[in-house]
């Protein structure tokens, strides 16, 4: 059973940082590209980045380009999302999600859901 569980939101302050972490479990992690979503109040939810399954490439939105970094360790069955110089803005719900093959059809997973808000 696929299962991807998010951790290390919270309150953060206007410039600080946070790392975002989700473990997965129930698929061959190593196999699969990882993304990151994210969800504010009131809007749809939007692609933050993708990292490839090694690792070697990555890819974000122009909003976060320069400010946040995504990461794996394929190890530890673990991608992360460390978000730097966050800004009200980034305020919202943090989804990690994978498209994993199961039988013959691509199933999309998402995890529960981490609350990041950034607010003095």
């Known amino acids: 059973q696929v299962q991807l569980v998010e951790s290390g939101g919270g309150l953060v302050q206007p410039g600080g940082s946070r790392r975002l972490s989700c473990a997965a479990s129930?698929?061959?992690?190593?196999?699969?590209?990882m993304r990151w979503y994210r969800q504010a109040p009131g809007k749809e939810r939007e692609l933050v980045a993708v990292i490839g399954s090694t690792g070697g490439s990555t890819n974000y939105v122009d909003s976060v380009k320069g400010r946040f970094t995504i990461s794996r360790d394929n190890a530890k069955n673990t991608v992360y999302l460390q978000m730097n110089r966050l800004k009200p803005e980034d305020t919202a719900v943090y989804y990690c999600?994978?498209?994993?093959?199961?039988?013959?059809?691509?199933?999309?997973?998402w995890g529960q859901g981490t609350q990041v808000t950034v607010s003095s």
């Open positions: 999600q994978a498209v994993v093959l199961v039988g013959f059809r691509l199933e999309n997973y």
């Open positions: 129930g698929f061959t992690f190593s196999s699969y590209a």
